[in-house]
Structure formats: C-alpha cells, structure tokens
C-alpha cells in the first residue's frame, strides 16, 4: 500500500520561504497526477496546486506565483516550494496522489507563518 509522508513544514515569519517535501514509500510517482492540499484552522480543506504527468499544472489564485510544486519521479518525491509567505497561508498541507489504482493522501505537515 502506498503511503506519502510530508516533510518540511515549521514557524516562519511573514516574507520567508519553505520547502515542503512528500515522499511516496517504495513508490514512484511516474503517471501519477500529484497536488497538495492545506487546512486552516477551523476552516474546509483548500486545493492549491495539481502537476499532471505531461508537465501542466494549475494552482489557485491565492497561491499563484509564490508556490511551485515540482516532482522528482526517481526520488519517488514531490515539492511545494512556499515563497512569500503570508499570514493567512498558516495551514495544515497534505500531498495527494492520483493513479489507476486510485488516491492516496498523507497525513500532513503544519506551515505557520507569524506576521
């Protein structure tokens, strides 16, 4: 069974960046259509970012221009690269991938961004 593990989360302050890392176990993520997605505080889950096999992706309007997510199929890993990090990003974000055998979510990595 598939699991993805999050990495990389942690406090920073308004401005700064991170790099938020997941790591599928003894899997490759070739074919595989890959997102992330965050959870605010008492708010409903938020899509921000999908990278489908050919190269496209597609983010939100909120993110656009500040996150990147990347994949490095023979790392079995995919990135979300968070620059300009604002307040109201302080969320719960989780990678999610997407294949012929169905959908596999991680657990998740907390980002907090201090103001």
């Known amino acids: 069974q598939v699991q993805l593990v999050e990495s990389g989360g942690g406090l920073v302050q308004s401005g700064e960046s991170l790099k938020l890392s997941c790591v599928g176990s003894?899997?490759?993520?070739?074919?595989?259509?890959i997102s992330w997605h965050r959870q605010a505080p008492e708010k409903a889950r938020e899509w921000i970012a999908t990278?489908?096999?050919?190269?496209?992706?597609m983010y939100t309007p909120s993110v656009k221009g500040r996150f990147t997510l990347s994949r490095d199929d023979a790392k079995n890993t995919m990135y979300l690269q968070l620059d300009s990090l604002k307040s109201e990003d302080t969320a719960v974000y989780s990678c999610?991938?997407?294949?012929?055998?169905?959908?596999?979510w991680g657990k998740g990595t907390q980002v907090t961004v201090s103001s």
């Open positions: 999610q991938r997407t294949g012929d055998d169905g959908t596999t």
């Open positions: 990278l489908w096999p050919g190269g496209a992706t």
């Open positions: 003894e899997y490759s993520f070739t074919g595989d259509i």
